[in-house]
């Protein structure tokens, strides 16, 4: 019996266009977006696959996510999260995840304002500065409703971790907010101590700054810390007088959340019907336009920095010129 031989494999057959072709379906299923979620499509969108509705989706479950947890929408967050090796294209991603928003949700990214220089130190380091920084590269989501639209049937608090809990920390953050913003946009803490004790809010701040446990802190102090945590209230100490002053400031979510708006609401809704409505309106006008003081000293700041700098430039400028006069 003659000995078999193995059938030679026809030469058109590669082992490596085998396994491309097995290979194949797999890299199909990776790019695919649709089969993509959030968390485990990061890989494909850290790359930066070119997908433009991806990540334009992805913008918006990000956006969704960080208000959620009261995280400011950082552009650096979206860069490496979202845009990777496609940063240029971050304007058209975010005017469209801007459309989906407004649309779907009801709500749009609206820019944090920045911090205000509030001590002679920061104003000085300000002053100082060689860069103006014009934005701050971050945005909080904000309602695009009618204000009609604009009712607890309709917009309740969120239901984690309860909606008791959220309803009391919503109230006792605009109480806050609007005590600061009607004391002229600076309430020392000595003073703000005294209205939240008058206000009974200690048992309220037990429950709801169970998320921040600092030992050695009162209750009061922690639901503080909170607010500050997410960027309602600001905490100030300022030592150019010799002594520490620590006065609370309005943080960049309290303005763009709350703002003037919110804290006329408030003081509508404890007031409720009064005798003489012009004369609520004339103190509500009187308190809040306080809070324009801060913003002309920094403005007369940056206006005094651009003049230094125009004489500076005007006389390096006259100084060349006498020189080239003179070799001549």
Partial sequence: MPPTRKRRAPANEDPEDSDAEVRQPQRRRVSNPEDDDFAGGEAS??????????????????????????????????????????????????TEAQTQLRGTFGMEMT????????????????????????????????????????????????????????????????????????????????????????????????????????????????LLRRMEKDAYIIKIKDNSSGEEAVEWIVGPRGKTEIGDTGVRGMVRQVYGEVDDPVELERMLERSLGANEAPKRREEAAQSQKKGRRRRTAARDGGDSSDESSGSN
Wanted: aromatic content about 6%; hydrophobic content about 40%; overall charge positive.
């Fill in 45 to 94: 969108i850290v790359q930066g696959d070119g997908n433009f509705d991806a990540m334009v989706k992805n913008m918006v479950r990000l956006a969704l996510a960080c208000e959620y947890s009261r995280t400011p929408i950082r552009r650096a967050d979206i860069t490496a999260k979202i845009l990777g090796t496609n940063a240029r294209q971050f304007k058209a991603v975010f």
């Fill in 111 to 222: 820019e944090l304002p920045l911090r205000e220089k509030v001590t002679l130190a920061q104003r000085r380091a300000a002053q100082k500065s060689q860069t103006t920084q014009k934005s701050s590269g971050s945005w909080v989501l904000t309602s695009v409703l009618p204000q009609r639209f604009r009712q607890p049937e309709i917009l309740p608090p969120p239901q984690a971790p309860t909606h008791d809990l959220e309803s009391q920390y919503t109230g006792l953050y605009t109480f806050v907010v609007s005590l600061i913003f009607l004391n002229g946009g600076m309430l020392p803490d000595a003073k703000l101590e005294r209205y939240l004790k008058r206000a009974n809010v200690e048992d309220t701040a037990a429950q709801n700054s169970v998320n921040i446990m600092v030992s050695g802190q009162d209750k009061t102090e922690k």
